[in-house]
């Protein structure tokens, strides 16, 4: 899934780059930037959860910022979505912790 992710990053963000300066292009340009850190994050994934690379940090941190993400567009404002975020990323610390422990 990656490498088609990949793929699909850099159609977009060429895409992107050569309507530079409109709607469209910035908007792919995001869908770019999506694809690519969720390649980036499928992989991580796949190598946690192989036992080859601890990537807890990496993903703990994908957790907050989604958590965060999630929360301001909700319209929860700022300080709610800071705890937000910091309560995924310590609930994924333990989960991610105790997976590598058990499995």
Known sequence: MS???VLLALVAGVAGFAQWGTRDGALLIGVALALGCLAGVETALR??????RDRTALLT????AVASAAGVFAGLGFSVSALLALLAGG???LALRRSRAFG
């Open 47 to 52: 190598e946690h959860f192989s036992g080859r």
């Open 91 to 93: 609930l994924a610390v």
């Open 3 to 5: 490498a088609a992710a």
């Open 61 to 64: 941190a994908t957790t907050a």
